[in-house]
């Protein structure tokens, strides 16, 4: 992966349904300087992983059983 700053405006990730379909979605936005790759990533992670967690909650699915 290249280590180049990204001007990035916004990241976005869906949260889905008990059914696997995104019923929305959650994003980041604000970002008023380029972020280096590295901190884009982690930053897409953090968001991805918390939508994951919604995710499991609003389908009933627990942690445990998503990891399985």
């Given amino acids: 992966a290249e280590d180049r ?3 990035i405006a916004a990241i976005m ?3 889905h ?3 696997g379909r995104a019923s ?3 994003g980041l936005t ?3 300087a380029t972020l280096p790759a590295e901190k884009a ?3 897409g992670k953090q968001l991805r992983d ?3 967690r919604i995710s499991d909650f609003i389908s009933g699915r ?3 059983a998503r990891a399985a």
């Fill in 50 to 52: 918390a939508c994951e």
């Fill in 13 to 15: 990730a869906p949260v």
């Fill in 17 to 19: 349904d008990g059914k």
């Fill in 5 to 7: 700053p990204y001007a």
């Fill in 24 to 26: 929305f979605a959650l």
């Fill in 62 to 64: 627990s942690e445990q």
């Fill in 41 to 43: 990533r982690h930053a």
């Fill in 30 to 32: 604000g970002f008023y």
